[in-house]
Every structure is written in structure tokens, then in C-alpha cells.
């Protein structure tokens, strides 16, 4: 059964760091881009950052740009986020996602989706 799990969620103040974690399994992961999105409340779900199923290309929404960096974790593993310089409007459920081969910044998109982490900054 295929399953994305996400981990490292947390409360932080302004300018700390956090890292997220994505665990795959059931077959999600050699052909397939891993993306993150989040949800603020009273808010739609939006792009984040995602990255090639080979690993070569990754793509960031511009206010993350310079401060949050996805990478590929081992050979069948899953995803990180790497959250720097966070800021409070980065409180969200942050969501890992999956889809097959090319990459896409639209959540629709994407055919598997994780629980969701909390990450909540303070001013």
C-alpha cells in the first residue's frame, strides 16, 4: 500500500530552522516527484518545493527561495525540507506529496499525499 509519512513538524520562534521529513513506501519513489505543499488556515493548499524524480531539477515557490532546500534522502527513503530563517507566515500543515515522473507545482497534480506536519513560527 502506498504511504507517505511526515515527521519533524514543530513550534519555533522567528528565525530558527526546522527539518522535515517524508518517508515513502509501497513503491512510491524511484520514477516519482516528491513535492511539499502547505495549508494555513482559511487557506488553500500551496506550492512549496518540489523535486525531479532523478533529483536533477528542484523547484521553489518565491517567498521560500534561499531559505528552504528539498533534497532526496538515500535511494528508496523519501524527502527532506530543510527550513532556515523561518518566519511566522510559515506556520502551516506542511504536506509531503508524490506524483509520477515529471514535476509540477500544482497540487492536483499530485496522486499521494502524507497526514501532514505542524510547523508553527512565533514572532
Known amino acids: 500500500q502506498a504511504q507517505l509519512v511526515e515527521s519533524g513538524g514543530g513550534l519555533v520562534q522567528a528565525g530558527d530552522s526546522l527539518r522535515l521529513s517524508c518517508r515513502s513506501s509501497g513503491g512510491i519513489y524511484g520514477a516519482y516527484t516528491m513535492g511539499w505543499f502547505r495549508q494555513a488556515p482559511g487557506q488553500e493548499r500551496e506550492f512549496v518545493a518540489a523535486?525531479?524524480?532523478?533529483?536533477?531539477?528542484?523547484y521553489y515557490e518565491d517567498t521560500v527561495k534561499g531559505r528552504f532546500t528539498i533534497s532526496r534522502q538515500g535511494a528508496s527513503i523519501g524527502v527532506a525540507l530543510e527550513m532556515n530563517n523561518l518566519k511566522p507566515e510559515d506556520t502551516a500543515v506542511y504536506y509531503c506529496?508524490?506524483?509520477?515522473?515529471?514535476?509540477?507545482?500544482?497540487?492536483?497534480?499530485?496522486?499521494?499525499w502524507g497526514q501532514g506536519t505542524q510547523v508553527t513560527v512565533s514572532s
Open positions: 506529496a508524490s506524483r509520477p515522473f515529471m514535476a509540477s507545482v500544482s497540487r492536483h497534480d499530485y496522486t499521494y
Open positions: 523535486i525531479s524524480w532523478n533529483g536533477a531539477e528542484t
